[in-house]
């Protein structure tokens, strides 16, 4: 009784009683400090640096004095911070408001948002577009909802990891092809024919590497063996190709792609939001039966102004473009002459192949001393041994920019003894 009362009492001061460690919350503890002490002690812990300005060639960095030469972002054609960019976002927000504070079916949508989807439909030339919160949600959303366990998928061993999630919510039959080994594709789908649909799901442009698809065989089979072809073209719509609509595009199978999942986060504005575009009954489907679009807000508007004069921008003029194929090959061209291994195609991306997870984070370091921010790539974003830099060009760097890139990477890769 007298406890109880002492208790009461310190309740009623406002004194708490001491508690005991909760066990579980003890083992979990325990539990996360072993897995984090493991990724530091790989090499392979990853920081995040914190920029303080607009994202562009020339950034900002948080505790370090002057700018930076960007080199790691996937403003592919410059235009996250393009002046007639900003104008359109800020203009949206003023007339549509922030958001919509809920989800489309329940709120209803914007006139924005579905101009947005009818130019992006236009663009890829195809039916109908379907805008996601990011191509994660668009990649989470599609799988599932069109396939059964009737059905089979057959993916690309390296695709991106919201494709790779995506897969497994759905119950098709799941095969999984060695990557870019268009024999191996045959082989699983002559193991599929039994199932009623198949899909061939693949990126476009894979975002480690910047290797590009054999769309042209893809296709070739997928007629051969009357499959349905999704790509997921992240790091390909906006730049290649004649007028910038992507890998299809660029090896001449836009009629025989079916389905292409894109996004506005990179090349086109740089800010969020993600897209399916194909089929008009694929797209009411999707409307109708993806989570991801029916239990998430949509796009707030300015992000939907944004994108939406980035496709103006890109519509009206392929020079962009050309600029980041122009960079993106005097970049290879000079760290090839200098020793380095540059992996993929001719893409902008280029990987600056290390092998070491700890030799790659310490370069990437070094290399920001001099004035270069780029990001040193290890497990588990890319299989062990095979760590690099990944470089990202840009429309907005100059030729002076990727000089001075390269003339860092020689300095810092004679310190480490990667190049003599």
Not at 6 to 16: E, I, P
Not at 341 to 361: D, F, K, N, Q, Y
């Amino acid at each position: 009784m007298w406890s109880r009362a002492v208790a009461l009492g310190r309740l009623s001061r406002g004194v708490q009683t001491p508690r005991r460690p909760h066990s579980a919350l003890t083992q979990l503890s325990a539990v996360l400090q072993g897995e984090l002490e493991g990724i530091r002690e790989a090499g392979t812990w990853k920081n995040e640096r914190v920029i303080a300005s607009k994202q562009g060639a020339r950034i900002k960095v948080e505790g370090r004095e002057g700018e930076i030469l960007n080199f790691c972002a996937n403003n592919y054609l410059g235009l996250s911070s393009h002046p007639e960019v900003i104008r359109s976002g800020v203009e949206a927000l003023e007339e549509y408001g922030a958001g919509l504070s809920s989800v489309r079916f329940i709120c209803g949508t914007q006139v924005p948002h579905k101009k947005l989807e009818a130019k992006i439909a236009k663009f890829h030339q195809r039916e109908d577009a379907i805008l996601y919160a990011s191509c994660f949600d668009a990649n989470a959303g599609i799988f599932e909802a069109l396939l059964t366990p009737e059905d089979a998928v057959l993916s690309d061993e390296l695709n991106h990891a919201s494709i790779i999630d995506g897969v497994r919510l759905c119950k098709a039959n799941k095969l999984r092809y060695k990557h870019l080994d268009l024999r191996d594709l045959e082989s699983k789908l002559q193991e599929s024919q039994k199932h009623r649909l198949r899909l061939i799901v693949t990126d476009g442009v894979f975002s480690m590497d910047g290797d590009i698809a054999p769309l042209r065989g893809i296709c070739d089979l997928a007629d051969q063996y009357k499959a349905l072809v999704l790509i997921d073209e992240c790091h390909a719509t906006g730049f290649l190709g004649p007028n910038g609509r992507g890998t299809d595009e660029l090896l001449g199978v836009m009629d025989r792609v079916h389905i292409v999942n894109s996004t506005l986060g990179k090349a086109l504005g740089g800010a969020a939001g993600g897209y399916t575009v194909g089929p008009q009954g694929l797209v009411d489907l999707l409307r109708q039966r993806s989570r991801p679009y029916l239990f998430s807000n949509t796009l707030p508007p300015p992000v939907v102004g944004c994108a939406s004069k980035a496709l103006d921008l890109l519509m009206g003029s392929n020079e962009i473009a050309q600029s980041v194929a122009s960079k993106t090959q005097r970049f290879r061209s000079k760290m090839t002459a200098a020793g380095f291994t540059i992996g993929g195609s001719e893409h902008p991306i280029c990987p600056v192949m290390l092998g070491g997870a700890r030799l790659a984070s310490g370069m990437a370091e070094d290399m920001l001393q001099r004035g270069i921010y780029v990001i040193g790539f290890s497990f588990p974003v890319v299989p062990k041994g095979k760590a690099r830099i990944r470089v990202q060009i840009s429309a907005s760097h100059s030729e002076q920019d990727i000089d001075r890139c390269v003339e860092a990477f020689v300095e810092v890769g004679r310190q480490h003894g990667v190049i003599a």
